[in-house]
């Protein structure tokens, strides 16, 4: 009644009578009771009425007066003469049974349905777990009691909790109505993601009523989870099917949504979202159309509309904001905080997901807390507070494991790896990254795993262990191409590129950069632009990367991306240096050094100390000693920190630069040595550099 706007009333007038007609109700049982106190005997009085929707009158009134002992009676009572009159018949004894079975005991029916209350219409979880933690403490052999607790531990984000009380509920279940045990049964599998069960255990409601929209709906959310997208779709359709107002639900909408995001069609999402708050504005279902707008507002970001996006989710909170809805409101300025996150707007993002925390926390939402948590923690990572991103991500990874959510917790470890690699712990970033991908996996989440397969890659590469950063790239690249998102693909695919040009198969490379090219814009572009002028300079045709790292340059400079902006500047240079245009490349290098003191990634600052130290020997004879030096330290610095590429390729820059300097005997002992470690290593790039340069072809140092 509240997500209609409605107050709770003994009974209802023609006009409000008329309004619930159009939101599919024909019938209205409405009622109260009230307790007559001592002086009458402790009697309880109920009045029961039955309303015909449609023609807005009141057609049975039901008054029954008993001690609180017989209240079930008095119930039985009341609730057999609405059934003759509606002309549904007498109830078997075993029916009856069931149903005593699914009634509350005594000696908790207050506790019991208060915590109904406050979880399904008040939505304050946090206080419906704790009535409901009394119920079933004091009946544990309740199965409805444990259900319902499992409910609230899930809406507050326990979902082992709640994995646990659901199987407490499944265990009591026998001698329930089927209906009864199936729905259990599903909540249970759904709970514990075992999806394959939760299918089969909805699919046997949906045929025993195919008529039941939540059975349907059930089962397509069950269906999608197991990843059979196709056939949660086929599910919808037929729901479609169902004589309005069930055919017409906007819930039908919403859940094509949400499916249809995740399955990467982003145009159908967002008709499927807009349609559902169009008929929840339609029917008057707020909280429906809050929750349609919080999908319309993600959909719109995915495809670039910030300004429309931004607009759904602040009509969200709005609707949130008035109905009390904590765990909406949450949402709706997580939406906000992700959009000013994209337009760069740090502070901006750090507010709103502050607001959203503050919101989840009265709620005690631990799942949306540690989401906030998280996203607070990219912010800091943003603004170069590593320190405090990484006790951020701490922190939201100690909440989901607390709650058993492996799913959230497979993508903060998979940040937590990424921002341990800036750090420069290796290995404590490659354990990470590898429990990232085992978690995905063992939740059957693809997307995620993807990605800490992508990232666990690039980590690989950075310690030297080719072979199986390949492996990885040969993993996650399929992943990305089936679950991922495209800019996550393009990484993927940037990243493997990367991987061959360093093991000289420089055709591979080129073909990767251009499937990312292909599926890319905007400075995804031009990162993926940046490997193919790598490409060309390892051909030997460096005058033709001049003008794509040019362009690449330029885009990262006016979105302020410092890492990408060194590898490009790096990269121009050592183009120059390539053809000898000595003062350009002087010229380009200029902001060099102080970009890479602040540069994240340590192997872009040892590359850009590389070139920076090859400029220096090439312009100035007097400054090749420092520039030894320096590659000296490089190569030392590189070996202790775990990074073998950046050292090899050091020690190479010394081999040039002392053969073009008269130090041919050091030179050749230098790259003869760099040539069989880089072979060893599988790094062939460098090793043909340095068999070149010892047939006298190598570049200019």
């Not at 055709?507 to 031009?526: C, F, M, S, V």
């Not at 990367?545 to 400079?557: D, H």
Request: net charge negative.
């Amino acid at each position: 009644m509240e997500n209609l706007g409605l107050s709770r009333l003994e009974s209802f007038s023609k006009s409000t009578l008329s309004q619930l007609k159009r939101s599919g109700a024909d019938w209205v049982v409405v009622g109260s009771y009230r307790d007559l106190g001592k002086s009458a005997g402790s009697k309880i009085h109920i009045s029961v009425e039955l309303q015909d929707a449609g023609e807005g009158e009141t057609i049975l009134a039901i008054n029954e007066e008993g001690t609180e002992a017989e209240l079930d009676s008095l119930v039985a009572r009341a609730a057999a003469r609405l059934r003759i009159k509606l002309g549904l018949g007498e109830l078997s004894p075993g029916k009856n049974r069931q149903i005593e079975m699914a009634q509350a005991p005594p000696g908790i029916r207050e506790v019991y349905y208060l915590g109904l209350r406050k979880l399904q219409e008040d939505y304050e979880p946090g206080q419906a777990r704790s009535y409901l933690e009394r119920a079933v403490k004091l009946e544990p052999a309740f199965p409805l009691g444990h259900y319902a607790l499992a409910e609230a531990w899930s809406e507050l984000g326990y979902d082992q909790n709640a994995t646990d009380e659901a199987k407490q509920a499944v265990d009591l279940s026998k001698g329930l109505s089927f209906e009864d045990q199936q729905s259990i049964k599903g909540r249970y599998y759904s709970m514990a993601t075992k999806w394959k069960e939760a299918t089969e255990a909805y699919e046997q409601l949906y045929h025993f009523d195919p008529g039941n929209l939540e059975y349907g709906l059930q089962l397509a959310k069950a269906r999608w989870s197991a990843g059979q997208g196709s056939d949660a779709l086929a599910t919808l359709n037929n729901l479609r099917k169902l004589p309005k107002p069930e055919g017409d639900d906007p819930r039908i909408d919403l859940t094509e949504a949400e499916i249809s995001k995740s399955r990467g069609d982003i145009k159908g999402a967002l008709k499927a979202a807009d349609l559902a708050a169009a008929k929840a504005k339609t029917s008057g279902a707020r909280l429906l159309r809050a929750r349609a707008l919080h999908w319309t507002c993600a959909t719109l970001r995915t495809m670039g509309e910030p300004e429309k996006a931004k607009t759904a989710c602040e009509e969200s909170r709005t609707i949130s904001l008035d109905l009390g809805d904590k765990l909406g409101i949450a949402r709706a300025v997580t939406g906000l905080g992700n959009i000013q996150y994209d337009r760069g707007d740090l502070e901006g993002a750090k507010r709103l997901y502050g607001e959203a925390l503050d919101n989840a926390k009265i709620i005690g939402a631990k799942k949306d807390i540690s989401g906030a948590v998280h996203n607070l923690g990219m912010v800091s990572e943003d603004q170069g507070n590593l320190e405090v991103a990484k006790q951020r991500y701490e922190e939201a990874l100690g909440i989901q494991q607390e709650i058993g959510d492996r799913a959230e917790s497979a993508k903060t470890l998979t940040d937590l790896g990424n921002l341990l690699r800036k750090l420069g712990d290796l290995d404590q970033a490659q354990r990470t990254l590898e429990e990232a991908a085992d978690a995905a996996q063992g939740t059957g989440n693809q997307r995620t795993e993807a990605n800490a397969l992508t990232s666990l890659g690039g980590v690989l590469f950075d310690r030297g262990k080719l072979s199986e950063a390949r492996q990885r790239y040969e993993q996650a690249v399929p992943l990305q191409r089936q679950h991922g998102m495209k800019v996550n693909l393009g990484y993927a695919l940037d990243g493997f590129g990367d991987l061959l040009v360093a093991s000289g198969d420089l055709a591979g490379a080129e073909q990767r950069y251009n499937e990312a090219l292909a599926i890319q814009d905007g400075t995804d572009a031009a990162s993926t632009r940046t490997g193919l002028a790598t490409v060309l300079i390892e051909r030997g045709e460096a005058s033709q990367a001049e003008a794509p790292l040019r362009s690449a340059l330029q885009e990262f400079r006016s979105k302020k991306d410092t890492d990408d902006e060194v590898l490009a500047v790096t990269l121009l240079v050592r183009a120059l240096l390539e053809q000898k245009k000595f003062p350009e490349a002087q010229q380009e290098s200029s902001p060099l050094t102080q970009l890479a003191a602040t540069c994240s990634q340590r192997n872009l600052r040892y590359e850009a100390l590389i070139v920076s130290a090859r400029l220096r020997s090439a312009l100035d004879r007097s400054a090749v000693a420092e520039a030894l030096s320096s590659l000296q330290k490089v190569a030392q610095d590189a070996k202790k920190a775990g990074m073998p590429g950046p050292a090899i390729e050091a020690r190479l820059a010394i081999g040039e630069i002392e053969l073009t300097h008269g130090q041919a005997a050091r030179a050749h002992s230098e790259l003869m040595a760099v040539q069989k470690e880089a072979e060893a290593n599988g790094y062939l790039g460098i090793a043909a550099r340095a068999a070149s340069a010892l047939k006298g072809k190598g570049g200019p140092a």
